[in-house]
C-alpha cells in the first residue's frame, strides 16, 4: 500500500476497500490507514457484491495474465513480474466503456 500511495504522489483520503480478513482488521493496519489519511472501506460479512469489482479484477488478471501458466509451474518472481505488467497494461493502455473509452489513468486524470 505503501508503494502504491508513493507512486501516486501520496493522494490523501483515498477509500481502500477490503474484505474483513485479519490482515485488514488488525490493528497495525487500521493504524497505518488513519496515520497515511486513508479512509478504510470493509465489506459486509457474506456479501459477495460488495467485492465485485476486484474479483472481477482478479479474474482478468487470472485469466489474460497467466492464462497458459499450469498451477505451482511459476516462480514468486516471475508471478511478481506479470502482476506488475498486467497492472501497468490495465491502468495505462486498457480502454473500457464504463470509464468512456478511456484507461483508468486517463478517467483519474480528468476527475480529478
Not at 493496519?29 to 472501506?41: D, I
Not at 456479501?47 to 492464462?67: P, R, T
Not at 473500457?96 to 489513468?105: R, S
Request: hydrophobic fraction near 30%; proline fraction near 2%.
Amino acid at each position: 500500500m505503501k508503494e502504491a500511495l508513493e507512486a501516486r504522489g501520496n493522494p490523501k483520503e483515498v477509500s481502500i476497500h477490503s474484505d474483513q480478513g485479519s490482515v485488514y482488521t488488525s490493528y497495525s493496519y487500521q493504524n497505518l490507514v488513519k496515520e497515511m489519511n486513508l479512509v478504510s472501506s470493509m465489506s459486509r460479512r457474506r456479501n459477495c457484491w460488495d467485492n465485485a469489482v476486484i474479483e472481477s479484477f482478479h479474474s482478468n488478471l487470472k485469466s489474460e495474465g497467466f492464462h497458459y501458466v499450469k498451477f505451482n509451474s511459476i516462480s514468486l518472481e516471475k508471478v511478481r513480474e506479470q502482476v506488475g505488467q498486467y497492472i501497468k497494461y490495465y491502468n495505462e493502455e486498457h480502454i473500457q466503456e464504463k470509464l468512456g473509452y478511456q484507461t483508468p489513468i486517463e478517467f483519474g486524470n480528468m476527475v480529478a
